[in-house]
């Protein structure tokens, strides 16, 4: 689309204008959405054993792999010994009873994400009594306009950030993008999830918002997208000239426009907040300077006493 030139400054409204300029580079083609981080195939790790809990190894909203324990269970012979008044150490204890009984070991078979921490050190525990609760998955469930859905396609990037605190800047891809269910008066936009992970993530249940990055152009001549004007059916670019004489009706432009470039004419309330040109008109000259006294002829006389403010007939003796 091209634009067109506008040979006066106008902006959307006063207390949001300011000076852009017209550059080329690469442009970035992003469709704005938002949504919310949600959880998904929820399951609960529990003890498989009749023992006590001697270590808790994760924390609330944190991530865990298949070799990383989330905890270590005992045997309940290991907990009697451990808390039996004895000379030997705790720790020798625990090393010589691991060669027969190894502490089980409480893990997610695949990378989880841990919702909720149950187990607590040094508490007896039955089997099956819950430990932890955790996800399979954490995806980024975000919402597509109508105006956008045919934009997005599976694979793209998603640059996203908490509403809280837009400067936490997160990356992820859409995995999977579904149009909503059109309505009969309606037109509906689409649904996409993102997989995280523990290196771009937020907490579930976090509002957050982001781009979606659907296309790039090398060399692009570009604007900001609210410095133009759409009028009659045509785009045009408000830009800065250099002026000469102006009429009432015309105006000389020096600089900063070419001859025959289509414009755009506004009326003063259209232009909400930027001035419109107009004439200039020269100042009177200010009046002379001077004290003055009544003469007692009905005239008035500058104290300077100068030939040209005397009467005619006022001569000096």
Known sequence: MNGLLLA?????NASAQQVGEVRRGPLEMRVKVKGTVV??????LKSSIDGRIEAVLASTYSWSGPDTPLALVVDGQLAALIDSRQTTSTEVLEKRWQEVYQPNRVRCLDECFVLSVFARPK????????LFEAAQELLLKGRVRP?????????????FWPVSDPKFRQRAKIRTFMLDVQ??????????????????????????EGTVL??????????????????????????????????????????GVDEKRE?????APQMKGAEPHHRVTEPLPPPKSGTFIQDGRGGNRALDDSPKDKPAEDDDE
């Open 147 to 159: 105006e956008d859905r045919h934009l997005i396609q599976e694979g793209q990037r998603v640059d």
């Open 8 to 12: 006066a400054f106008l902006a959307s």
């Open 214 to 255: 659907f296309g790039t152009k090398k060399g692009a001549l570009q604007v900001p997208t609210n410095a133009l004007i759409n009028y009659k059916g045509g785009t045009y670019l408000p830009v800065r000239v250099s002026t000469g004489v102006t009429t009432d009706d015309l105006t000389e432009i020096t600089a």
């Open 183 to 208: 309505g009969q008066k309606a037109d509906s936009g689409g649904t996409f999830t993102a997989r995280l992970d523990p290196k771009n993530y937020l907490d579930p249940g976090t509002e957050w």
């Open 123 to 130: 508490k007896k525990v039955l089997p099956n009594a819950v």
């Open 39 to 44: 959880p998904e195939d929820v399951f609960r």
């Open 263 to 267: 414009i755009v004419i506004l009326d």
